[in-house]
């Protein structure tokens, strides 16, 4: 479905802190860089009919201040919005919350990066187990998506091949190695790697458990 190297390669990974308003947040920044302009990845990234292409089907009311759904899967209120370069809003799945930015910069004529930030508190449970790599694995299988849409816009990237892939040797191989990299970005943060190596484990077997070896 796609060269497991180059998407790995092509991605950056990063692992922080910030502080909000409620306190201390961890934070973990995905990013890439796509061969179009930022007013394409914005509706890529923002338009209903296109982000079910990619991602997931997503309902609800798509402007600052609405709900969103995204179909099976983590909604929330929008938060802020400067079209075409940012959108924050509320990740709400499995009863934490959450939070994402998404920021689009022009990097050439057309060319643009593509970066997200996860944002959580420092005593939320999932990050404790697993670290930066429970939401990190999960977001490099989306940018998968983007990746495979944005060449072809009139495209849809088909769930049932995607969970296939998922399962398979390949699709292990390119969570194993999305995993290690997380790692490596947690320890790089500061994390001691003991803590970071066992974190690590732990999302890799979350996400390969009866897949493909």
Do not use: K
Request: hydrophobic fraction near 40%; glycine fraction near 10%.
């Amino acid at each position: 479905m796609i060269e497991v190297d180059q998407q790995i390669n092509a991605v950056e990974r990063t692992v922080g802190s910030r502080q909000l308003a409620a306190g201390e947040a961890q934070m973990s920044t995905i990013s890439q860089t796509y061969d179009t302009g930022i007013d394409d990845l914005w509706e890529a990234c923002t338009d209903p009919d296109r982000i079910r292409r990619w991602f997931l089907p997503v309902s609800g009311d798509l402007r600052v201040g609405g709900r969103y759904q995204l179909e099976g899967n983590a909604g929330g209120t929008i938060e802020r919005c400067d079209r075409p370069h940012m959108f924050a809003a509320t990740w709400e799945y499995g009863g934490q919350v959450s939070w994402i930015e998404v920021r689009l910069t022009q990097v050439g004529d057309a060319r643009t990066r593509f970066e997200l930030e996860h944002i959580a508190h420092v005593d939320d449970q999932i990050w404790a187990e697993f670290g930066p790599g429970a939401t990190g694995v999960g977001w490099d299988l989306v940018l998968i998506g983007l990746t495979l849409y944005l060449p072809d816009p009139n495209s849809v990237v088909d769930p049932e091949a995607v969970a296939a892939w998922t399962a398979s040797a390949e699709g292990v191989r390119f969570m194993t190695l999305s995993s290690a990299r997380w790692c490596a970005a947690n320890i790089a943060s500061g994390t001691s790697a003991e803590l970071a190596q066992a974190a690590a484990e732990r999302t890799t077997t979350a996400y390969t458990a009866g897949a493909a070896h």
